[in-house]
């Protein structure tokens, strides 16, 4: 979802764009990594791979690791041997939901979940192996292809689904176009750090935002069932709040992105 909007924001800003799916490319494979990178030697790098699913990682921590932690890794080691600026993604997930408002880069990461151990262990390295590492933290991610809650819960309720969403999980929603742009920004910007990016606004649960997708499509008479995140009974824990906001993007000139529901307004659009 993220890749093919970066992708097709930097074509479209004339870059020469290189692009490689899980197919085309294993990041946990560190030879075919630094083979491609070696061969292209492009001026930035940026990782929008990862293995998502967050309760897979739970049940499989060896495939976690390798591809959340190992890969950037890979990918920063690679970039560092043509002098490349490296940006990954990174998740909100890194920190423990116990917080009330916004989590900054003041907040100590405290993940609790395998899926948060290895994104921050990937972030870690990878700054370790490449000065030039521009992590990018985001979460509540919903956007053209995008398959998780936030990205079909309108096709859900005009399928007549019945629509089941999460009344006590607070998160920054943050449109996947909005995000790639950001990500081209951060890459010529090419200053190392931690980044939190997400659109505006003070956050939402999945429940407001499903209400706020069938407002905006027009889908009425549709009836949203709220349940809590301990009914699901999913092999991973998740923060029950994991709203970030940035320090640092105001400060290097970087304007706040369009608040969430303009952004989800555009996704439905």
């Known amino acids: 979802m993220v890749g093919r909007a970066t992708v097709n924001h930097s074509k479209l800003r004339g870059d020469t764009v290189l692009a490689f799916d899980h197919q085309g490319l294993d990041i946990s494979d560190p030879d075919s990594v630094t083979q491609i990178v070696r061969t292209e030697k492009p001026e930035a790098v940026i990782n929008c791979a990862a293995w998502t699913d967050v309760d897979g990682c739970e049940l499989d921590a060896a495939r976690a690791y390798a591809i959340n932690s190992g890969g950037p890794e890979n990918l920063a080691k690679a970039s560092r041997t043509v002098g490349a600026v490296f940006v990954t993604i990174s998740t909100d997930y890194v920190f423990d939901g116990r917080k009330q408002g916004f989590y900054t880069q003041?907040?100590?990461?405290?993940?609790?979940?395998i899926y948060g151990l290895a994104k921050l262990e990937g972030e870690r390295k990878a700054q370790l192996a490449l000065a030039r590492t521009v992590v990018v933290r985001s979460g509540f991610i919903f956007g053209p292809g995008g398959k998780n809650f936030l990205s079909t819960v309108v096709d859900r309720a005009k399928r007549g689904e019945q629509v089941k969403a999460i009344s006590d999980v607070w998160g920054t929603p943050t449109y996947s176009l909005h995000l790639a742009a950001r990500l081209r920004e951060l890459a010529f910007l090419d200053?190392?750090?931690?980044?939190?990016?997400?659109?505006?606004?003070?956050?939402?649960?999945f429940e407001e935002f499903a209400r706020a997708a069938l407002e905006i499509a027009g889908c009425r008479n549709v009836n949203i069932e709220a349940v809590a995140m301990e009914s699901l009974k999913r092999p991973a824990p998740r923060p029950r709040n994991s709203r970030l906001k940035c320090l640092l993007s105001e400060a290097v000139g970087l304007a706040p992105l369009p608040h969430w529901r303009d952004g989800l307004a555009d996704f439905l659009s």
Do not use: W
């Open 191 to 205: 200053l190392p750090g931690a980044f939190h990016v997400t659109n505006a606004g003070n956050g939402a649960t």
């Open 106 to 113: 003041r907040d100590d990461p405290n993940p609790e979940s």
